[in-house]
């Protein structure tokens, strides 16, 4: 690395790790552009909720909106006045908005993956930016705590509890690999044919590469599941912290801290509360309290075979991940340079001292 390269790299770390100072600037800013953009939509008529065939309700722009004027005032007074304990409650609830909003993201993010193209652009967009506006909130409510440290703790396995939990997670998904390689053979399970699930992917405008794995007999998403699965692991063991030696030239180096956990992040805030509320609503229909349509399936009972094999699978993976990912979280955070909590006050309380 050039001398030039290293300075650029010590001014870039020195500016980052200033982020308690800059980050409610940041946060503003976003809350500004993301109000704009509702306001946007809404006044073109932009649906930003899509219902299947046809267009979702262009009154949600409104909300954005709403969302990000809060967020604005919220990160202002933050500015001006500092962390207070009224400011810090509203940053987590507009956070909280914002991470509904940002709901199945992941699905887009693996439609874009397998090569097909999002249902609505203004949706997926929207749904970018209230995530990370959510990370801009959440960092923002916690700017006031102890800055990074240098110090990395050394490589560790997680606490049993959470190797429990990645063992829950990991066999939760085994009924639904299976199923959908039953299909992906042309085998038959819950009255529906493997030739029909192909037939129906195509009917749903599944891309090419969906379709040949399909073909070869390899169900994309239960590929994706074995990926999920290595990905929990990564967060459980001590290869998730430095690459083992089966990764060749990168064996012994350092896993950066946010290349596990922001997929781990992001798969826990969406497959989470849609397991959740599915197996919920599943039950329900179990119950016979609400109608469970059978879709492309031959009857409601079939449907209602295969939903619970995902939402079961969905749910316990994502509870999974988000134990895993917090234990991640805390076994790799550096090491705090110092016991007294710096507190993000105001210009008037800095110019005071």
């Given at each position: 690395?050039?001398?030039?390269?290293?300075?650029?790299?010590?001014?870039?770390?020195?500016?980052w790790?200033?982020w308690?100072?800059?980050?409610?600037?940041?946060?503003?800013?976003?809350?500004?552009?993301?109000?704009?953009?509702?306001?946007?939509?809404?006044?073109?008529?932009?649906?930003?909720?899509y219902?299947?065939?046809?267009?979702?309700?262009?009154?949600?722009?409104w909300?954005?909106?709403?969302?990000?004027?809060?967020?604005?005032?919220?990160s202002?007074?933050?500015?001006?006045?500092?962390?207070l304990?009224?400011?810090?409650?509203?940053?987590?609830?507009?956070?909280?908005?914002?991470?509904?909003?940002?709901?199945?993201?992941?699905?887009?993010?693996?439609?874009?993956?397998?090569?097909?193209?999002?249902?609505?652009?203004?949706?997926?967009?929207?749904?970018v930016?209230?995530?990370?506006g959510?990370?801009?909130?959440?960092?923002?409510?916690?700017?006031?705590?102890?800055?990074?440290?240098?110090?990395?703790?050394?490589?560790?396995?997680?606490?049993?509890?959470?190797?429990?939990?990645?063992?829950?997670?990991?066999?939760?998904?085994?009924?639904?690999?299976?199923?959908?390689l039953?299909?992906?053979?042309?085998?038959?399970?819950?009255?529906?044919?493997?030739?029909?699930?192909?037939?129906?992917?195509?009917?749903?405008?599944?891309?090419?590469?969906?379709?040949?794995?399909?073909?070869?007999?390899?169900?994309?998403?239960?590929?994706?599941?074995?990926?999920?699965?290595?990905?929990?692991?990564?967060?459980?063991?001590?290869?998730?912290?430095?690459?083992?030696?089966?990764?060749?030239?990168?064996?012994?180096?350092?896993?950066?801290?946010?290349?596990?956990?922001a997929?781990?992040?992001?798969?826990?805030?969406?497959?989470?509360?849609?397991?959740?509320?599915?197996?919920?609503?599943?039950?329900?229909?179990?119950?016979?309290?609400?109608?469970?349509?059978?879709?492309?399936?031959?009857?409601?009972?079939?449907?209602?075979?295969?939903?619970?094999?995902?939402?079961?699978?969905?749910?316990v993976?994502?509870?999974?991940?988000?134990?895993?990912?917090?234990?991640?979280?805390?076994?790799?955070?550096?090491?705090?340079?110092?016991?007294?909590?710096?507190?993000?006050?105001?210009?008037?309380?800095?110019?005071?001292?």
């Open positions: 690395m050039t001398s030039v390269g290293r300075t650029m790299k010590a001014l870039w770390s020195a500016w790790q200033r308690p100072g800059w980050v409610a600037r940041a946060t503003m800013l976003w809350a500004v552009l993301y109000a704009g953009f509702g306001l946007a939509c809404a006044l073109s008529g932009t649906p930003l909720l219902h299947g065939g046809g267009s979702g309700a262009s009154g949600l722009g909300a954005v909106v709403a969302v990000g004027a809060l967020g604005t005032l919220v202002g007074a933050v500015v001006l006045f500092g962390l304990t009224p400011i810090r409650v509203l940053l987590w609830v507009v956070c909280g908005l914002a991470g509904i909003t940002a709901f199945s993201l992941l699905m887009d993010v693996i439609t874009l993956m397998l090569g097909q193209g999002v249902d609505s652009q203004a949706s997926a967009v929207n749904k930016l209230a995530a990370v959510a990370v801009l909130l959440a960092a923002t409510a916690r700017s006031d705590r102890l800055p990074a440290g240098t110090a990395l703790q050394a490589p560790s396995t997680a606490p049993k509890h959470v190797q429990l939990a990645a063992w829950a997670g990991t066999l939760a998904f085994v009924p639904y690999a299976a199923m959908k039953v299909w992906a053979s042309g085998g038959t399970f819950a009255g529906i044919t493997g030739e029909e699930t192909l037939a129906v992917s195509e009917r749903n405008g599944a891309s090419a590469i969906f379709l040949t794995l399909e073909s070869w007999g390899l169900d994309p998403t239960a590929l994706l599941a074995v990926l999920g699965v290595f990905l929990l692991w990564g967060l459980v063991r001590p290869w998730g912290q430095v690459f083992p030696r089966w990764t060749l030239f990168l064996r012994g180096r350092r896993v950066p801290r946010s290349l596990p956990l997929p781990a992040l992001l798969g826990a805030a969406t497959l989470a509360p849609y397991g959740v509320v599915g197996v919920g609503y599943l039950a329900l229909a179990t119950a016979g309290v609400v109608t469970m349509r059978s879709g492309d399936f031959h009857s409601s009972g079939d449907a209602l075979l295969v939903g619970w094999i995902g939402m079961v699978a969905f749910a993976y994502g509870i999974a991940l988000t134990i895993a990912a917090r234990s991640y979280w805390l076994r790799t955070r550096p090491a705090s340079p110092g016991p007294h909590p710096r507190r993000c006050g105001s210009p008037f309380e800095q110019a005071a001292e």
